[in-house]
């Protein structure tokens, strides 16, 4: 993809029903999906497919979006108003000589301005200004997992952007792809019958199955419990004979 491409190039931009703004989370994320470089998007067509870019798509289902925000820091600011300094001069030169004159007459009158202008300072008076705090909360960008599907390969991706809340609100009005489910192919067995259930009573053991039952006749036989011609017959029947 260019920095420039235009959208308008093929027909997919009149397919499109929904698109918003979106941040990748690093460049590999971006190439993963071959996004744009700027001014990143995410579309979905009027198939509710995806894809992030219009020109070259590369179609996707979109199976979940997994946002870990909204995320926020404090931010404190300091505005300080600058102080100033104020000077009041205290000056007695015609107004000490018009009092000296009027308590003292003509002497006193140059004694008293002389003397007043000696005594005059200047009063400084200084305002240091001040300084105000405010706190704010300031949105982060948060990890937004998207899982995708590649719709010609079938290939799982986990796509990783950084959004806003205003931007996850924005994506989570795209529709979620439902896979349908497989069919299950339903088999029918044939219950056993009649016939097959009383045929299986009458199978002849196995060999060592009928050597032991063989084994417990013969001592029957050596105890002199049941006779020759009894153990013959049970043998050869269990036997199969």
Known sequence: MGLFDNENDTGYRQRVVRKAGITFYNSSARKLVNGSMVLSKIYQLDDDSVSFNLKDPTLYHLLSIEFSGPIYHEEVTETTTPGKQ????KRHGLSGAIIGGALTGGIGAVAGGLVGRGMGKDKISTDAGTTSTSTEMVEDR???????????TSEKITLQLSLFNSEFVELSNFTIHVPEPELEIETEIDEPSLEMNDASENLV????DAFDEIRKYKALLDDDIILQEEFDAKKKELLGL
């Open 86 to 89: 104020t000077v009041k001069k």
């Open 205 to 208: 053991k196995t060999p060592d």
């Open 142 to 152: 948060a990890l937004t997992i998207l899982k995708l599907e590649d719709i010609e």
